[in-house]
């Protein structure tokens, strides 16, 4: 059989399938390169599970108090190799990504302290645990103090700026590797490297945390490799592989992980408490798969950028560019192209993939928000999913895929809709 005519039973013109086509043949070199990270990133994993001798008892149930939990003490000892820290908190009481980043931030910063982003402003939903939008509980309440230092206009680090703003009462840098839903660059590891080491040269003594969401398995090397104290992501994104139903990590120094504990249960309980409720298997696992799911996702991510850019759409990242993460933005120009878009993206899904995608209000987010999602995993987004607030440049943020060829179909499928709906043309 013909590749087109099952394409064709999905809903693609033969048009779009030929495009998608010719596209791809100009691939392969990254294609090949994408692989070799994750070939190496495979074999890392794996050094980490035998070094950490997991064997098939660490999957056991606990419940209650969850004392003595084998299982979860070497998956966490199973990410620390893999970050290369001498700690990690891996749970599925973490709640998703923002919750992670609450618990880092809220376990090391203390009233009087300064917190300061030299990246620009945080990633949405962070802005309200800072208090940078006004919220109930935020650490501005709890007397912590925000500062900012913007990027520069082409995307770059503002060194002065963010000299001006470390002060003796600086505690911790936050750095967000992933742009979030703004169109700046993302950064790569280098480059966040490059800033800690600028800022422990001018505070030796200050904390870096970074935001590794949708970073991890992209690169060889993560944050933890260049410096950052805390590292900390979602589960349901990138390390998870798209198994684990929940979770976050933060892999770091042992006192700064300790101290997350000790917020994320109660002090002097720390990491000694947390039943693992039997989800230990989609934990490791994941882990195993993730780093072959994420080259899957960085596959989908420059097609899209190639067909979309040579319709005349700007990409960001651009189709040529580098991944520092698995996301893509499209800037699109209007709502009626996102919620196109977002509909080709739904109508490829294994789940709910009769389901038509409509922008509403979420919590934690100022502007409405479009989302198309079938997933396996609610609202996991290492799945083939796609996202945006609608406000202008009216940019799409497509992400993930568990295989490469799901992405693929994704995105010819988005293209798809917005041709049948006089949105671009071929
Ligand atoms: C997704 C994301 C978060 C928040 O994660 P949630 O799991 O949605 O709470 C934080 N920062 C960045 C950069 C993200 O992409």
Redesign the pocket.
């Given at each position: 059989m013909e590749l087109f005519n099952i394409y064709e039973s999905l809903g693609l013109s033969r048009a779009v399938f030929d495009r998608g086509e010719a596209v791809l043949a100009g691939l392969a070199d990254r294609f090949r390169a994408i692989d070799q990270t994750a070939e190496y990133n495979q074999a890392k994993v794996l050094s980490s599970m035998q070094k950490n001798r997991v064997g098939a008892n660490h999957f056991a149930a606990t419940t209650g108090y969850g004392y003595d939990d084998d299982g979860r003490e070497r998956l966490e000892r199973v990410y620390a190799g893999v970050f290369h820290t001498e700690a990690a908190l891996v749970r599925p009481q973490i709640t998703?990504?923002?919750?992670?980043?609450t618990v880092a931030l809220s376990a090391n910063l203390l009233p009087g302290d300064e917190l300061l982003s030299p990246v620009g402003a945080?990633?949405d939903?962070?802005q309200e645990v800072i208090g940078i939008r006004p919220s109930p509980c935020s650490l501005a309440e709890y007397g912590v103090r925000y500062r900012q230092a913007d990027l520069k206009d082409d995307g770059s680090f503002d060194y002065e700026a963010i000299r001006a703003a470390i002060t003796p009462k600086t505690k911790l840098i936050t750095i967000?590797?992933?742009?979030?839903y703004a169109t700046r660059p993302s950064f790569s590891v280098g480059q966040i490297g490059e800033l800690i080491a600028f800022c422990k040269n001018i505070k030796p003594d200050v904390l870096v945390m970074v935001?590794n969401?949708?970073g991890e398995f992209v690169d060889t090397v993560e944050p933890s490799d260049v410096g950052a104290d805390m590292t900390v992501g979602?589960l349901?994104?990138n390390p998870g592989g798209g198994l684990a139903p929940i979770g976050?990590y933060i892999c770091g120094t042992q006192t700064c992980v300790d101290r997350c504990a000790y917020r994320l249960s109660a002090p002097g309980l720390g990491q000694e408490v947390g039943a693992n409720l039997g989800i230990l298997p989609a934990f490791y696992q994941g882990f195993f798969l993730a780093p072959t799911v994420v080259a899957g996702a960085l596959k989908g991510a420059i097609f899209a950028a190639h067909l979309y850019e040579g319709l005349g759409f700007r990409c960001v990242p651009s189709a040529a560019e580098a991944r520092c993460d698995i996301?893509q933005a499209v800037e699109l120009g209007s709502e009626a192209a996102m919620r196109a878009f977002c509909a080709g993206i739904q109508c490829a899904a294994p789940v709910d993939s009769f389901a038509a995608p409509v922008p509403g209000d979420m919590p934690?987010y100022d502007s409405q928000v479009i989302m198309a999602a079938g997933t396996f995993v609610q609202?996991s987004?290492i799945e083939l999913s796609a996202d945006g607030p609608i406000r202008p440049p009216y940019a799409v943020y497509f992400q993930g895929g568990l295989t490469w060829q799901h992405a693929k179909l994704g995105i010819l499928l988005s293209l798809q809709k917005m041709i049948d709906g006089g949105l671009t043309t071929l």
């Open positions: 998703c990504g923002t919750h992670a980043l945080p990633y939903t962070l967000q590797r992933s742009k979030g935001d969401c949708y979602s349901i994104k976050g996301i934690g609202g987004s």
